[in-house]
């Protein structure tokens, strides 16, 4: 048992370590997240302004800038596989648990990296309150496993589809609908300044849903992967 884990370590390692091997070179990934979240994140800014807005405006805001944001980037995982003839490759040399896995963390760092960046702008362009930090990050780091261990697997499904960018978006939301209004009503109360029990309820299921999402995923990988 403990070598076959650290055989699962090393070969998701692996994957992993390509994936970023790639993006440092291309920034293909990181770019396109980048650039969508900033844009979006100015011209909400310049739009609405910096003060008057409510907690649940900038909750909604925040959380919106991120889902289209993550959308217009996180698909990339398994797309470039396709289209540059690697899959194949990839299918006989590492096992599917590895590879998800892989994938997931190349797609965690990629959605932290953005995070780290968007979110100070966001606070400095939107002015929004910045008292509760600690727990704002918690419901951060939530979110962004969730939207990562629910979005690597359609990337998977949608890879070999003609119209990929699209079909990511549309199968996608669905599925993150209730990760995206829990987000948003543990943001809100966070912005209002409520205390780390008034959104137990929300940590909870945000916690349940990305524990649920990622199992699923691992165990349904495989099937989607050998189609």
């Not at 590492?94 to 190349?106: C, E, M, N, V």
């Not at 912005?191 to 008034?198: E, Q, Y």
Request: charged share 10%.
């Amino acid at each position: 048992m403990p070598s076959k884990s650290a055989g699962l370590a090393g070969r998701t390692f692996a994957v992993y370590a390509k994936d970023i091997r790639l993006e440092l070179r291309t920034r293909y990934g990181l770019n396109a997240i980048l650039m969508f979240g900033i844009t979006t994140l100015a011209v909400v800014s310049f739009s609405l302004g910096q003060s008057g807005l409510s907690p649940k405006l900038l909750a909604a805001l925040f959380w919106i800038i991120i889902f289209f944001s993550a959308m217009s980037g996180l698909a990339q995982v398994f797309i470039r596989e396709e289209e540059s003839g690697t899959a194949l490759a990839l299918r006989l040399t590492a096992d599917p648990d590895a590879i998800y896995l892989g994938k997931l963390f190349f797609n965690l760092t990629l959605l932290s990296v953005m995070v780290v960046i968007i979110t100070p702008l966001f606070f400095i362009f939107t002015d929004a309150p910045a008292g509760n930090v600690g727990r704002f990050v918690v419901v951060l780091v939530l979110g962004v496993l969730g939207l990562c261990g629910a979005t690597t697997l359609v990337a998977a499904i949608i890879a070999k589809a003609s119209v990929k960018g699209a079909l990511f978006s549309v199968l996608s939301f669905p599925i993150l609908v209730p990760l995206l209004i829990t987000l948003t009503a543990a943001t809100e109360k966070i912005f209002d300044g409520l205390t780390f029990t008034s959104v137990s309820a929300e940590l909870q299921f945000l916690t349940a849903y990305a524990v649920v999402m990622i199992t699923a995923s691992v165990l349904l990988f495989k099937f989607v992967w050998q189609e």
